[in-house]
């Protein structure tokens, strides 16, 4: 207790740092924000950011364009260091729109460069990655070129050097957007199948949100730049899902409500 006549003053505790630390599973962002510098000022593409996404749960992230989802999965990659906030994550690979398969190789050595890259010899590589062509239905392609390959397929061998990578974290970056509308389909299905035989955490950005519903546990809706979440709707409809369900429509519906866009 201060003497008498004494005065007391507040310590105040200062702000935390802006940090990028490993979470033993799993994605948390809390308060995050970060902006880009521009001749004329600058440009902030996340203002308070927070999201969770528990271990071997899928989180689609949904918004208008330029709203900071790109800006997201670097931070959760550990490409950018967020300006402010704490971001927390388990180690994460990220795979963007196109699939920047090397034109030079086969499929199978495409599939398997992240095991070449870390040292381990090309049979060995190669072994490890060739099963996973079946499950996707790449089988017989192993030594196809890229430029051999339809879209869909060079987005599987892409995907299959995404799991390769041996992270616990995906973080995809619009993966199907380049492709056809039957293709797209047909991709969604197998990353649902394939997440299920190879279960792990996964954050997808996305414009589409049909995609956003079929293949999240979850769906966070983003606003306008500066981008934040402003909605979470989530998804309990039992797995393989129908465009067509009820359900997923219904899901569908209120995603779009919260991102403004049900007419």
């Known amino acids: 207790m201060p003497a008498k006549g004494a005065t007391t003053s507040r310590i105040e505790a200062p702000a935390p740092e802006p940090r990028t630390v490993p979470a033993p599973a799993g994605v948390r962002l809390a308060g995050v924000t970060h902006a880009y510098p521009r001749r004329d000022g600058t440009v902030t593409a996340l203002a308070g950011m927070s999201l969770t996404v528990a271990e071997r749960e899928t989180v689609a992230v949904v918004g208008p364009s330029g709203c900071g989802k790109s800006t997201l999965l670097e931070l959760v990659c550990g490409l950018q260091r967020p300006q402010a906030g704490t971001v927390e994550a ?8 196109r699939d920047l398969l090397l034109p030079w190789s086969c499929a199978l050595d495409n599939a398997a460069l992240p095991l070449l ?3 381990e010899p ?9 099963p996973l062509f079946a499950q996707l239905g790449l089988g017989g392609f192993e030594t196809a070129m890229p430029h051999e390959l339809s879209g869909g397929m060079r987005q599987r061998v892409a995907f299959l050097r995404t799991l390769l990578s041996g992270r616990p974290v995906l973080a995809l970056d619009e993966p199907f957007a380049s492709l056809d509308a039957l293709t797209r389909g047909q991709a969604q299905a197998w990353l649902a199948g394939a997440l299920l035989r190879e279960p792990r955490t996964v954050v997808l ?4 949100v049909e995609e956003a519903v079929l293949l999240g546990d979850r769906v966070i809706a983003m606003s306008e730049r500066p981008g934040r979440a402003v909605a979470e709707v989530p998804v309990p409809v039992p ?20 991102l403004g866009a049900a007419p």
Not at 240 to 254: C, H, I, L, N, S
């Open 90 to 97: 388990a180690p994460a690979v990220y795979m963007p729109q």
């Open 117 to 119: 890259v870390a040292g």
């Open 239 to 258: 797995r393989p899902r129908r465009r067509t369900d009820p359900a997923v429509v219904e899901r569908r519906e209120d995603v779009l409500r919260a």
């Open 122 to 130: 090309r049979r060995r590589a190669r072994e490890r990655a060739r």
């Open 205 to 208: 950005v996305t414009h589409d």
